[in-house]
């Protein structure tokens, strides 16, 4: 059987050179206690209001204290275009207090460690609660039931591990011409050199769309299917020939001309364990 493949010419979606998230009203989303720059947050609610569909479900991976998703629920409570829109937005946590984070967050500083996280989430999206999901604990611990996924956001692969766990269990839920990935860790100087070779062994399915000026989050758009046969084989590939993966991923930001993301990926691959 011929494959399916979506060339992004074909796709109507807004022209997003033209950043119109920039206009997002943010008096309110700026609000929300989160881990999430301006810009971050305007892309999240203005994809959920301008673009999502409602094909698919909204998956929120890495919920924190309830800012990402507080961003896609205010977007899709003004989309005046899905009807459905009870239970759209999953989140996925651990909603613990971990000593990997010293933060001016009030609410967080407040805990204890290991004291649960999720009365704050609850707090600050009560007027929103019923558009979100609410999955606690290990995420790997978790699978997902096969619905399509229009908007996936990536906020807790910390480790090769889990972005392994979150590659198998959400990619090949994505809807080829429509769904947008949005890779939270992407464009900021971290360690997690994973994420830029999975992207770029990916590069066939995943195409880069935008990045914000602050903060980390790079989307793309899913342009072709992804089965779970081509993800166990970009998990197995994805620690050989590092430096060629490397220098591939290098040339295609260059290609983008997107310093920020060169920049980032030079960062993360100097953590990868020689
Ligand atoms: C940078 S924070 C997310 C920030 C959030 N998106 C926001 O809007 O503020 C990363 C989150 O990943 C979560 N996380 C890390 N490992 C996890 C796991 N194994 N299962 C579920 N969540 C996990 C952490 O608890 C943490 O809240």
Redesign the pocket.
């Known amino acids: 059987m011929r494959k399916l493949v979506l060339p992004s010419k074909n796709i109507t979606t807004p022209n997003f050179q033209e950043r119109l998230w920039g206009r997002y009203r943010y008096e309110e989303i700026g609000a929300l206690q ?3 720059h301006p810009e971050e947050r305007k892309i999240m609610a203005w994809m959920a209001d301008q673009v999502y569909s409602g094909e698919g479900e909204i998956v ?1 991976a ?7 998703a507080g961003c896609f629920a205010h977007g899709l409570g003004r989309n005046t275009r899905v009807i459905r829109k009870d239970g759209r937005i999953h989140s ?5 207090k ?1 000593s990997w984070l010293q933060s001016a967050i009030a609410p967080w500083n407040a805990k204890k460690s290991g004291q649960s996280t999720l009365d704050v989430y609850h707090d600050q999206l009560n007027t929103m609660a019923h558009m979100l999901s609410v999955y606690p ?4 611990k978790r699978t997902w039931d096969g619905r399509k996924i229009e908007f996936l956001m990536l ?2 692969s ?1 480790t090769q591990g ?1 972005n392994d766990h979150c590659m198998r269990m959400f990619l090949p839920n994505l809807i080829p011409g429509k769904s947008f990935l949005f890779h ?1 860790d992407y464009a900021i100087d971290s360690a997690l050199y994973w994420l830029h070779s999975t992207m770029y062994l990916l590069r066939e399915h995943l195409e880069h769309v935008a990045t914000v000026k602050f903060g980390g989050t790079t989307m793309f758009r899913c342009i072709k299917p992804i089965t779970p046969k081509i993800i166990e084989a970009v998990i197995a590939q994805q620690n050989k020939n590092p430096d060629q993966i490397l220098a591939g991923a290098i040339k295609q930001a260059e290609l983008l001309g997107d310093e920020k993301i060169i920049k980032a990926i030079r960062a993360a691959h100097s953590c990868r364990p020689k």
């Open positions: 989160a881990l999430l929120d890495g919920a924190f204290l309830g800012g990402s996925y946590d651990l909603f613990r971990g604990g290990d995420i790997t906020d807790c910390k889990l939270q």
